[in-house]
């Protein structure tokens, strides 16, 4: 799998999700066998750039390159500008957002609303990658299959992203109005990818190594991105590889596993949001590692009420600890 001048190690990414895919999570799946990470959407506004939040998803100290960044708006001209903006700041590919169908970017036209203004996809398009070419930056777009049910485009848009210069195209196999309901469709994305020659790359609902290879025979995509469920499951990039290479299913983590990563990544993630934010921002993150396991709700409890780094990792380390004793006991 390439974009532009990149060649990436495999073709399971790990799709950008607001509040999920920052830093410390992104470095944790590419360790872990993701090929490709594109960082948390990033405002087009400048009057946001000095902003913490919009700093700390800029912030790419110590990851893999290609450096990825997405970028959210709907002015040509600003877009143009955060693209170069954050070019600068070390991303070596732009990712422009035409897929995220939360109220509050569609209410300002942004994100997957745009997907009802051709017009304005092609002078976003043409404005952002005119600024990048310069720069040999590849320019990628990320879009959903439409509006609604009604008014399905993709294939329409997608010729339109080819023309204009981008390098690759993922889509999600729902339209805006769907939001996360109901199942995604790949019918869509197996008719765009018959009929553009740019790497396409299938998103939604794929959360097994097996619904990976299915997905990506059914619609011939080049790459699959996955989103939801790496969420406390950083593992399942290496479990797809491992399969769409060999045809055979790995062994989930282990307790000791699972605890050494979690442990690890709360450590970064610590590190990176500082001890007052961390604290809190891990909870989400321990909560799904947790939803795994019967009967966690009670721990997942006293962790929501810890204020403390140390005492948060520390009652997860002995916990897991606690697990790991009860399962050599079982198999004495």
């Known amino acids: 799998m390439q974009i532009g001048s990149w060649q990436l190690p495999n073709n399971v990414f790990v799709a950008p999700m607001a509040g999920v895919t920052d830093r410390p999570f992104r470095r944790l799946c590419k360790r872990l066998g993701a090929g490709y990470a594109v960082s948390e959407m990033a405002a087009s506004n400048p009057q946001l750039w000095d902003s913490v939040k919009t700093a700390r998803r800029l912030n790419h100290e110590g990851e893999v390159d290609p450096i990825a960044v997405q970028i959210v708006g709907s002015d040509p001209d600003i877009m143009a500008q955060a693209a170069i903006f954050n070019i600068e700041k070390g991303a070596k590919i732009i990712d422009i957002n035409m897929g995220c169908p939360a109220k509050k970017v569609c209410k300002v036209a942004t994100g997957s609303a745009l997907l009802r203004d051709k017009e304005l996809v092609a002078r976003i398009l043409d404005a952002v990658v005119s600024a990048c070419r310069p720069y040999d930056a590849p320019v990628t777009l990320k879009i959903r299959t439409g509006w609604d049910r009604d008014s399905i485009n993709a294939p329409e848009i997608a010729k339109l992203a080819e023309d204009t210069g981008i390098s690759a195209l993922t889509i999600h196999g729902r339209t805006r109005c769907d ?33 990976a290879k299915q997905v990506l025979d059914y619609t011939g995509a080049d790459a699959i991105m996955i989103g939801r469920a790496s969420q406390g499951n ?4 290496n479990e797809i590889n491992h399969y769409l290479n060999t045809g055979e299913l790995i062994a989930p983590p282990t307790l000791s596993e699972m605890k050494e990563v979690l442990l690890e990544h709360l450590e970064e993630h610590y590190q990176f949001y500082g001890t007052h934010t961390g604290v809190r921002t891990a909870r989400k993150h321990i909560g799904w590692y947790l939803s795994r396991f019967q009967h966690s709700d009670t721990l997942r409890r006293h962790l929501n009420t810890i204020e403390s780094c140390k005492q948060q990792s520390q009652a997860l380390a002995e916990w897991f600890d606690q697990q790991i004793e009860l399962e050599l006991s079982a198999f004495a």
Request: hydrophobic share 40%.
């Open 179 to 211: 939001f996360y309901q109901g199942e995604a469709e790949y019918d869509t994305i197996a008719t765009v990818q018959k009929i553009v020659k740019i790497p396409i790359i299938a998103n939604g609902d794929i959360d097994s190594p097996q619904k």
């Open 234 to 237: 950083p593992w399942i990039f």
